[in-house]
């Protein structure tokens, strides 16, 4: 069995390229060069030095001594939340506007909900002096205006979309229409392991250092590179494939995926795809997706909203469906209630995303040799609000 992607762009019966065909000739040429891009020394250089200088890798892997203690098992944690920005997210913008440039793209193009992705692409922009719109909903232009400040501080434009409902699935299909307009000069940066064919691969492969670097990190630290557990939120997915990819392989480490339960996987107010899920296109691409029976998208719900998407990333739904991984699904009470714990015990305020991925130490039995790896995909600055409405702190 193959996790990685084949030549056709799919992840078992997952993933391919379902597109207009007016953007058909963007994609393949993105298809057509981004291997070639990516694999030139020139290419890995400057990633590797950026990665290095500029967001701060390596993270470090560290090993949080009193949880470990509470639950008598080796808690390692990948630090994510350190580098700049926040979050893991940076690491994809970095890489794709260096796709763009060798691609010869002026100007960039991106859509965001909460605005996390909004905010990687228009730092990354600032970085190269490169023209960039970032499509964000009405509704969230209103619900996070910390975020748009912080795009138009980086220089960026945001662009309302007003159609439907005013959302991120709104700001993507405004994002497409400006790509299929501007063929020549544009480059769309997609912010998971979404969309069509290349890009949840290409993403992945960017996301990848997560794991090579666990692997070094836990080799100085354990003698050895794989961990028993790796643990990861999944939203789109592109957390969790980077700090999967490198053990995709290895069938002694057990992949831990954790979704949001929102109010309950049963409530109506979810997004557990996994669990939820029928086989359906959303962006592009094949996948699990929450939709009526009648094919219409379910909006779905979490209280974080980088978890609050109604599919998932085609190697996501493919490491359900063949069991590589196991799906797990974390209510907003649950991962509120790790906000504060893991905030009280190791002194880390974690995103609200993050902080699903801890809850599992509450629904599985580790053994005391067992080394677990949970990847703190961002800090919890962007959720202080959240934080503060929910606990009344
Ligand atoms: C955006 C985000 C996520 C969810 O996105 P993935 O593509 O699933 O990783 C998770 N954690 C944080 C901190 C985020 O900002």
Redesign the pocket.
Known sequence: MSYHVDEKGFYGNFGGAYIPEMLYPNVEELRQNYLKITAEPSFKKEFMSLLVDYVGRPTPLYFAERLSKEYNTKIYLKR??LCHT????VNNTIGQILVAKKLGKTRIIAETG?G??GVATATVCALMGLECIVYMGEVDIKRQAPNVARMKMLGAEVRPASSGSKTLKDATNEAIRDWINNPENTYYII????GPHPYPDM?ARF?AIISEEIKQQLQEKEGRENPDYVV???????????AFYHFLDEKDVTIIAVEAAGLGVDSGESAATSALGKIGIIHGSKTLLMQSPDGQITEPYSI????D?PGV?PMHAHLFESKRAEFISITDAEAMDWGIKLSKTEGIIP?I??AHAFAILDKKQFKPTDVVVINL???GD?DLNTYIDYFKL
Do not use: F, I, T, W
């Open positions: 994510e939340d926040g979050a893991h997210k909460a996390q992705h912010g998971s392991v979404v993403v996301q990861a939120c999944v939203g789109g997915g592109s957390n969790a494939a980077g974080s909203a980088g978890l998407y990333g995103a995303e993050s995909s961002g800090r962007k």
